[in-house]
């Protein structure tokens, strides 16, 4: 059985070498790498810090080497509370990666399902993600389904 790991601040600087890896698979094309990944690894290192943070990321280490071979990040959100949602408190996914060299083998269920446990021994009932067209029979076999809302952002001018 593969285990996940929970990630500290010194995996930081992988867990954003992924975020590339993921970047780039979503575009069909290489890893994108560039000076965010600095930017965003002290952002990681920051988060993970703390005695409860409401983020967390757990990952699957290289099995032949030093170095991360998987990771998925959430982040519980305090939303108001509502009729079917008591605690108002909702999960994110993001950030699920996995190197090429390592795909097909569990990595990402296993950083996925530890992240799932996470969120549920934290009372975050709804847990919500974008998926990739890769990724989506990972998601649904999870109980991940399909929401009928439109998404729509705003990106300041």
Avoid: K
């Avoid at 099995?63 to 909702?90: E, H, N, S, W, Y």
């Amino acid at each position: 059985m593969i285990e996940a790991r929970p990630a500290g601040p010194a995996d930081a600087d992988e867990i954003m070498r992924l975020r590339g890896v993921m970047i780039g698979s979503m575009t069909g094309g290489h890893p994108v790498t560039g000076d965010w990944q600095q930017a965003g690894a002290d952002v990681v290192r920051r988060l993970l810090t703390g005695p409860d943070p409401a983020v967390a990321a757990f990952v699957v280490d290289r099995p032949d080497g030093d170095g991360l071979a998987a990771c998925v990040v959430g982040q519980i959100d305090q939303r108001l509370p509502g009729p079917r949602d008591p605690t108002g408190l909702r999960g994110y996914v993001y950030n699920v990666a996995t190197d090429a060299a390592y795909r097909r083998r569990g990595y990402s269920r296993a950083c996925m399902r530890a992240l799932l446990d996470w969120f549920g021994t934290r009372g975050v009932g709804t847990v919500d993600l974008r998926a990739s067209a890769d990724g989506e029979p990972l998601y649904a076999s999870l109980g991940f389904v399909r929401t009928p809302d439109p998404a729509m952002r705003r990106v300041a001018p």
